[in-house]
């Protein structure tokens, strides 16, 4: 069934992409990942749930696998579910059902302003970078810079193939279900907004020229978003990621911008974030299994879908 009361479902070739940009962008909880061009480097093909009075979309990112439909979560893509140019969080279920109507098999992430009743609530921190920057950093743990004042570390540009080059060689063996494909398709979606002035690439090193810390951080009309980062050996003894954040929260404060930490769900990571004294900003992680009873003795959401 492709339609439930007011709701569509689109498939990839009949969106148009103009038309959902500027939806996403006249949304009052727009957030990047939602950009057509977002949608089309990390999950290709993507389809869509969108409302009659086009108010309320969806990207709804479905793949196929043994003759099921499943939709799951694109890599560096921490939030999407309902965009709404007005709130209307009454639809909201409706969309989920939706959903679930055309993939039987759910693992998405919906956006903090999706206030569901079902899933489950996972960390995300933002921080106000309007305020000037004196008056941001009293409220940094005091501990949070011990170690890079002593290393007198240098903050300097970067370039996207120095972080991604970085990430795969200290972050990728750890992370799961990640696959080089889906880097090499992050790294050509950055070269497109760098070229349109929306990536920010920066790196932390040492007086010996060392490079210890990187970030990549992506950026909107409301938004900069901590999206990828790496730091060597060397950079964590020397706290090289925390003296990298504070100084991209230096550079750019007192603009009307959120800095988007993306959080995490790992205690340690956490910790480290809440020393900024960020705003918790949840969003809600929602899995469904409508499979029949065939098919879930077969399988289950975390065997099946898999990158």
């Given at each position: 069934?492709?339609r439930?009361?007011n709701i569509r ?10 038309q959902?940009d500027?939806r ?8 990047i990942?939602a950009?057509?061009?977002?949608l ?6 993507w ?7 086009e108010e309320?979309?969806?990207?709804l990112?479905?793949k ?10 694109p890599?560096?893509?921490q939030?999407l579910g309902?965009f709404?140019?007005k ?5 909201l279920?409706e969309?989920?059902e ?10 998405l992430?919906?956006?903090?302003a ?19 920057f004196?008056d941001l950093?009293?409220k940094f743990r ?5 170690k890079?004042?002593s ?10 193939d ?8 200290e972050?990728f063996p750890?992370v799961k279900r990640?696959s080089?494909?889906?880097?090499n398709n992050?790294r050509?979606l950055c070269?497109?907004y ?6 920010i690439?920066?790196?932390?090193i040492s007086r010996?020229n060392?490079n ?8 909107d ?8 980062s ?18 991209v ?6 603009n009307?911008l959120?800095?988007d930490?993306?959080?995490s769900?790992?205690?340690g990571?956490k910790?480290y974030?809440?020393k ?5 900003q949840?969003y809600?992680?929602?899995r469904?299994?409508?499979?029949n009873?065939?098919?879930k ?5 975390r ?5």
């Amino acid at each position: 069934m492709n339609r439930i009361r007011n709701i569509r479902f689109i498939q990839n070739r009949d969106i148009d992409k103009a038309q959902w940009d500027a939806r996403i962008a006249a949304s009052s909880n727009r957030l990047i990942y939602a950009e057509s061009v977002y949608l089309d480097h990390m999950c290709p093909g993507w389809s869509a749930l969108i409302a009659e009075d086009e108010e309320s979309l969806m990207p709804l990112p479905v793949k196929s696998k043994l003759g099921i439909n499943y939709a799951f979560q694109p890599p560096f893509t921490q939030q999407l579910g309902v965009f709404q140019i007005k709130n209307n969080t009454g639809s909201l279920h409706e969309f989920v059902e939706m959903a679930t109507r055309n993939a039987p098999l759910i693992d998405l992430n919906f956006n903090y302003a999706n206030d569901l009743l079902i899933g489950k609530k996972c960390c995300n921190y933002i921080l106000d970078l309007s305020k000037p920057f004196d008056d941001l950093k009293k409220k940094f743990r005091k501990d949070l810079f011990t170690k890079a004042e002593s290393h007198r570390l240098i903050y300097d540009n970067a370039h996207i193939d120095e972080a991604i080059t970085s990430y795969i060689k200290e972050i990728f063996p750890r992370v799961k279900r990640l696959s080089l494909q889906a880097v090499n398709n992050f790294r050509s979606l950055c070269c497109y907004y760098e070229n349109n002035g929306r990536i920010i690439c920066r790196k932390i090193i040492s007086r010996q020229n060392e490079n210890l810390a990187f970030g990549l951080f992506l950026k909107d009309q409301n938004r900069i978003y901590g999206i990828l980062s790496a730091t060597s050996i060397k950079g964590r003894q020397a706290g090289a990621n925390a003296y990298l954040l504070h100084e991209v929260i230096r550079e750019y404060s007192g603009n009307q911008l959120i800095f988007d930490f993306e959080g995490s769900e790992i205690p340690g990571i956490k910790f480290y974030f809440e020393k900024f004294s960020p705003e918790p900003q949840p969003y809600t992680r929602v899995r469904i299994n409508q499979l029949n009873l065939l098919q879930k003795s077969i399988y289950s959401i975390r065997e099946f879908i898999r990158k």
